[in-house]
Structure formats: structure tokens, C-alpha cells
């Protein structure tokens, strides 16, 4: 039985990209772990399709549960000060909630534009629904299918 390591990067990843597509922004990286000499090793399988400031992946039955937060990855302006809340708010995108193929990284769904802000939390899972909760204090709710 495979053990496999999702990882959350922001920003581009020093991984090799593949079959779906560029992720400059951010992505979920796939490893399966593998023993080579006695010892683990990680061996890079997949990466995700670009993912805006990626919150921590959820994985079950198959499945990768992803969360593009939209959250602008600037976090210090060139002097060093920090970007007011408005700023913030201005170079945020709404988050998205992607499925992807835990195998193979391929998006199987997309919550599209249904999520109106941007997020800045982890995502939930629980009962077979993801949550994400925004910044504009919306929760959503998105069935995930529990059999694949």
C-alpha cells in the first residue's frame, strides 16, 4: 500500500511542473514515499494546476480537496511596512475549492465563481462536506463525494 505527502507551496515551486499546467502563484504538491537504501524517500508524482496562496490540502477516499485562498501573497510593501486591510482586500481574489485526483493531480471539479471573497483560513472537511470560510465571515458548504 503507497503512503503519499500532499504539500500547500505559495508562490512558485522549485518542483517540476506537468500535465497540468504552470503554477506560478501557488500549488499542491504530490510525493509518494518510497524506501530506497532502508530509508524514505520523497518522490515527486504530481503538481496541482496554479493555485492563488493555497491553503493545506484534505485528502479522502481519492481525493484532493484544494483551496485556492485568493489571498494576495504580498505581505510587506518594498520599505518594509505591512499592507493595510483595504490593500489587502484590493489585491485579493475570491477563493476557489478545487477536487482533484489524489493520483494524478487532475482537477475533477471547481466551485467556479460561487465563493464571492477571499479566504485566509485552512479548509475544513467533515460528514463528507468541505468548508470554507471567508473574509467577508461567509461559510461555504460543498457536498464532496465520499465514494469515487
Do not use: C
Request: charged content about 20%.
Amino acid at each position: 500500500n503507497a503512503r503519499w505527502l500532499y504539500a500547500s507551496i505559495r508562490g512558485a515551486a522549485a518542483a517540476k511542473t506537468g500535465a497540468n499546467g504552470p503554477a506560478p502563484t501557488g500549488s499542491i504538491v504530490a510525493f509518494k514515499i518510497e524506501e530506497k537504501d532502508g530509508k524514505p524517500t520523497f518522490v515527486q508524482q504530481w503538481v496541482s494546476r496554479d493555485l492563488v496562496s493555497p491553503a493545506g490540502p484534505v485528502i479522502s477516499n481519492g481525493l484532493v480537496m484544494a483551496l485556492s485562498t485568493g489571498e494576495s501573497p504580498r505581505l510587506a510593501k518594498k520599505d518594509g511596512s505591512a499592507y493595510s486591510v483595504a490593500e489587502v482586500e484590493k489585491a485579493s481574489k475570491p477563493a476557489t475549492l478545487y477536487i482533484l485526483d489524489a493520483a494524478t493531480g487532475k482537477q475533477l471539479w471547481s466551485s467556479g465563481t460561487q465563493i464571492t471573497s477571499f479566504s485566509h483560513v485552512e479548509l475544513g472537511y467533515a460528514n463528507g462536506r468541505a468548508y470554507v470560510s471567508t473574509h467577508d465571515n461567509t461559510v461555504y458548504a460543498f457536498g464532496v463525494p465520499t465514494e469515487r
